[in-house]
């Protein structure tokens, strides 16, 4: 038998996705890219805010219009914990809903779908078929979230903050490297808090350094930091640490103190700036990347403009931003003062073109600079190779630097060169490779 996976939203998201496809082949599962050759068809959803539930929608449609008979769809994921019920009733063509709380039974629920005997396994982090990049892969330390922003609705979806013990997720690092990784991506909902439940303490610095001694490994990166955790011992370990990247992705959200508040974030404009002041003190050639949203219930004009300034002030290296999505059973669903559509939508586009200018004026800075970087992929058609050194993530927030290699070379995917840095856009960098 055949399967086919599509897997929607956020990296954490993609490594349930790994999981179940691991899961899958120790029952005879073989994997395939091709929706017309698959027996079984997983529809991993997101379900965090109105655009990736809407995605996740007209995937699900657009698969039930093409499916044949025989073949089984199967939807998983975010989507399916919010609104399990409602994908039943709404689409009579899908054969199986699995909610994240069903995952510790999903082989089983697979077996009884095809009528074999599985082989009670479950979804592991050790037995992932990965389809992201081998050579940088992501690791979740920890699921779900205490923080409960008024705005999300993750704590809803995923449950309470859980970390991992930190032996298992150096075991995972290990097999991975061993299966060819070179840079290790840590990810969670709040990767700072890790440990914080089982260890009771701040246990990120105490994990980094075990995974430094781990040897083959070019890279660490660590995603989602919140600003009120990024202690000094957390600063000092990444600035000691040379296969540490220097990379701090911190979501703030917003500048204004009242709209931080409403938010129930527990960090404030003063706080944040004076964490990115020490940041940048301690690791001068540290990259900041952060996101933000407009548009949440009672933002003013005055907040909106409190956030423009502090943006310029940060000087952030990458930002995401987004409009603030309503999300039923989250705090903010009830709060009055919505801010119209039309209004978030030409604050988010100031926003970006704001963060556009700032990002362009940063990069033209590295102009004439050499890094070492990672070999993520090759264009034919151009003769370019995709490189990434510290200061681009493997997402699609980021982007890369886009390098030409003027002599003779056997470079392959995963290897570390020399880059000269020749020529920047406010989101990419172009640049020469000078060694292999």
């Known amino acids: ?158 449950g309470k903050y859980i970390s991992r013990e930190m032996e298992d997720i150096l075991d995972e690092v290990k097999g991975l490297v061993n299966n060819g990784a070179k840079e290790i991506n840590l990810i969670a909902q709040d990767t ?19 995974i430094t001694k781990i040897d083959g490994i070019f890279m660490i990166r660590i995603f989602y930091i919140y600003p009120e955790s990024i202690t000094d011992e957390l600063i000092d370990v990444i600035k000691n640490n040379k296969n540490i990247a220097p990379y701090f992705d911190i979501p703030l959200q917003h500048a204004s103190n009242k709209i931080l508040k409403y938010m129930n974030r527990h960090s404030t404009k003063e706080s944040s700036t004076l964490i990115i002041s020490k940041i940048r003190k301690e690791i001068p050639n540290a990259v900041i990347r952060t996101t933000l949203m407009v548009g949440f219930p009672y933002e003013t004009k005055k907040d909106f403009d ?30 009055k003062h919505r801010v119209p559509k039309f209004v978030s939508k030409k604050r988010y586009s100031i926003l970006m073109e704001t963060q556009e200018k700032i990002a362009l004026e940063e990069k033209k800075k590295l102009i004439g600079n050499v890094y070492e970087a990672l070999v993520d992929s090759y264009e034919s058609d151009s ?45 990419e960098l172009f640049g020469e490779i000078v060694e292999v």
């Open 306 to 335: 409190e956030l423009i300034d502090f943006v310029k002030e940060m000087r952030f290296f990458h930002m995401g931003a987004f409009m603030y999505s309503r999300e039923e059973d989250t705090p903010s669903y009830d709060m």
């Open 383 to 427: 003769f370019t190779y995709s490189l990434r050194n510290y200061m681009f993530a493997p997402d699609d927030v980021d982007s890369s630097i886009i390098a030409t290699c003027p002599f003779e070379n056997d470079i392959k995917l995963g290897d570390i060169v020399k880059v000269k840095i020749i020529d920047a856009t406010a989101y």
């Open 192 to 210: 700072s808090k890790y440990g914080v439940d089982n260890y009771h303490k701040l246990m990120l610095p105490s994990l980094l350094k075990e």
């Open 1 to 158: 038998m055949k399967v086919g996976m599509i897997s929607l939203g956020c990296s954490k998201n993609q490594i349930d996705s790994e999981m179940i496809l691991g899961l899958l082949t120790k029952d005879n599962f073989t994997i395939t890219q091709y929706q017309e050759e698959a027996d079984l068809i997983i529809i991993n959803t997101c379900g965090f805010i109105d655009s990736a539930k809407n995605e996740a929608l007209e995937e699900i449609s657009r698969v039930i219009s093409e499916k044949r008979s025989n073949q089984k769809l199967v939807v998983c994921g975010c989507l399916a914990q919010r609104y399990k019920d409602f994908l039943e009733y709404n689409f009579k063509d899908i054969d199986l809903v699995i909610s994240i709380n069903e995952y510790p039974k999903f082989g089983e629920l697979i077996s009884h779908l095809f009528a074999y005997d599985n082989t009670n396994e479950s979804l592991s982090f050790h037995s992932r078929i990965l389809i992201s990049s081998k050579h940088a892969p992501y690791v979740r330390i920890a699921d779900g979230c205490n923080n409960h922003c008024a705005f999300c609705a993750i704590p809803l979806i995923r």
